[in-house]
């Protein structure tokens, strides 16, 4: 795979490619979800050397005060874009397998590794909701959970194929290719790396055996240790490893105190239909949105507060308390997040973790 080693930390960006980015909130520094934006993080993460950069594939928002998510680039043209603004951080797009045919997504990564002079890397997700499918009559009703693992599953194994043989032929329960051939392959050896995020029994299996690297969650430290250990061991049981990561929001301000003000400020923005939208999304009873949503609250994921001392201090003991071996960050504001990041904590993750 293209990780620098087995004992290196990833520490890479989760890209603002949908307006609002991960706070649900009318309080927060303006994210539009549009090109400039996404291209000056991505710039700044590439000069300041974080690992990767990723977008997420999203086509339905979630309405409110602030219509959250309504506005969202399409993940691999945006990273294709961003390939040929930058030079060395991993591009890592996302596909879902109900709505791209696996040689159209073979294709297309091919196409986008070669863009980028071999860093692309392919988040998967098996598509979990259902108005944002519906939309576009992308939505199979007959297909529950586990069916949509299945043909995630057997989609993976049609497009890994499609990258190393000169031509497929696969007969299957979703899909079917007589001597198809897909060239050019990928530049990436031996293939481009694969990521995903499940979080139920059969989507955390899937991830463990099919990707290079998962991103688990949790309530807490010890759910994510857990977590990243479960992993790992079925991983090996498979003959196989992985890396495991997880996400963090940054809220940075010259003091603690101050920081603690400005989640006060985001917090107190928070738009409460937007997050029943997403919750209900989720599959959250309807009776229980309202109780729901004031629980989760602005923020989409962990958050580390404080200075940049203090913030460095918390992002190195959630690595190491959840035996991770990366991280993807996310911030209110991604240039100035960025910025301070690679100036003033960046070089010490990099000298903790060497």
Same mark, same amino acid.
């Given at each position: 795979?293209?990780?620098?080693?087995?004992?290196?930390?990833?520490?890479?960006?989760?890209?603002?490619?949908?307006?609002?980015?991960?706070?649900?909130?009318?309080?927060?520094?303006?994210?539009?979800?549009?090109?400039?934006?996404?291209?000056?993080?991505?710039?700044?993460?590439?000069?300041?050397?974080?690992?990767?950069?990723?977008?997420?594939?999203?086509?339905?928002?979630?309405?409110?005060?602030?219509?959250?998510?309504?506005?969202?680039?399409?993940?691999?043209?945006?990273?294709?874009?961003?390939?040929?603004?930058?030079?060395?951080?991993?591009?890592?797009?996302?596909?879902?397998?109900?709505?791209?045919?696996?040689?159209?997504?073979?294709?297309?990564?091919?196409?986008?590794?070669?863009?980028?002079?071999?860093?692309?890397?392919?988040?998967?997700?098996?598509?979990?909701?259902?108005?944002?499918?519906?939309?576009?009559?992308?939505?199979?009703?007959?297909?529950?959970?586990?069916?949509?693992?299945?043909?995630?599953?057997?989609?993976?194994?049609?497009?890994?194929?499609?990258?190393?043989?000169?031509?497929?032929?696969?007969?299957?329960?979703?899909?079917?290719?007589?001597?198809?051939?897909?060239?050019?392959?990928?530049?990436?050896?031996?293939?481009?790396?694969?990521?995903?995020?499940?979080?139920?029994?059969?989507?955390?299996?899937?991830?463990?055996?099919?990707?290079?690297?998962?991103?688990? *969650?949790?309530?807490? =430290?010890?759910?994510? %240790?857990? /977590? +990243?250990?479960?992993?790992?061991?079925?991983?090996? $049981? @498979?003959?196989?490893?992985?890396?495991?990561?997880?996400?963090?929001?940054?809220?940075?301000?010259?003091?603690?105190?101050?920081?603690?003000?400005?989640?006060?400020?985001?917090?107190?923005?928070?738009?409460?239909?937007?997050?029943?939208?997403?919750?209900?999304?989720?599959?959250?009873?309807?009776?229980?949105?309202?109780?729901?949503?004031?629980?989760?609250?602005?923020?989409?994921?962990?958050?580390?507060? *404080?200075?940049?001392? =203090?913030?460095?201090? %918390?992002? /190195? +003991?959630?690595?190491?308390?959840?035996?991770?071996? $990366? @991280?993807?960050?996310?911030?209110?504001?991604?240039?100035?997040?960025?910025?301070?990041?690679?100036?003033?904590?960046?070089?010490?993750?990099?000298?903790?973790?060497?």
């Amino acid at each position: 795979m293209n990780w620098p080693s087995p004992h290196h930390k990833d520490f890479g960006v989760f890209l603002p490619v949908a307006n609002g980015g991960w706070i649900v909130s009318s309080t927060t520094p303006p994210l539009d979800g549009l090109y400039p934006q996404n291209r000056a993080a991505a710039v700044l993460a590439d000069e300041i050397g974080l690992d990767f950069i990723m977008s997420m594939a999203k086509f339905r928002g979630f309405g409110g005060a602030t219509d959250h998510w309504g506005t969202v680039l399409e993940s691999v043209t945006l990273m294709a874009g961003l390939a040929e603004a930058t030079r060395k951080v991993r591009i890592w797009a996302t596909l879902h397998p109900l709505l791209q045919n696996p040689a159209v997504a073979a294709k297309m990564i091919a196409t986008l590794d070669h863009i980028s002079g071999g860093r692309v890397g392919l988040n998967i997700v098996a598509g979990a909701y259902r108005e944002e499918f519906a939309q576009m009559s992308a939505w199979d009703e007959k297909l529950d959970h586990d069916d949509r693992y299945a043909l995630a599953e057997e989609w993976t194994h049609v497009v890994k194929r499609l990258w190393r043989e000169d031509r497929v032929s696969h007969h299957g329960r979703f899909f079917n290719l007589d001597d198809c051939q897909s060239d050019p392959k990928p530049l990436s050896r031996p293939r481009p790396d694969l990521i995903c995020a499940g979080s139920s029994a059969r989507g955390f299996a899937f991830a463990v055996a099919e990707a290079d690297a998962c991103f688990i *969650g949790g309530a807490s =430290t010890a759910d994510r %240790r857990a /977590a +990243s250990r479960r992993a790992k061991t079925m991983a090996e $049981g @498979l003959g196989k490893s992985i890396r495991t990561y997880a996400m963090c929001t940054v809220v940075h301000a010259e003091t603690d105190a101050a920081a603690q003000a400005l989640v006060r400020v985001y917090a107190d923005g928070l738009d409460l239909d937007a997050v029943k939208a997403m919750l209900r999304s989720w599959g959250a009873p309807a009776d229980r949105l309202d109780a729901a949503a004031h629980q989760q609250g602005a923020f989409m994921t962990e958050t580390v507060v *404080g200075s940049p001392a =203090t913030c460095g201090d %918390r992002i /190195a +003991s959630f690595v190491e308390d959840c035996e991770l071996d $990366g @991280l993807m960050l996310i911030f209110p504001d991604y240039v100035a997040g960025l910025t301070m990041f690679g100036a003033e904590i960046l070089p010490g993750l990099r000298q903790r973790f060497s």
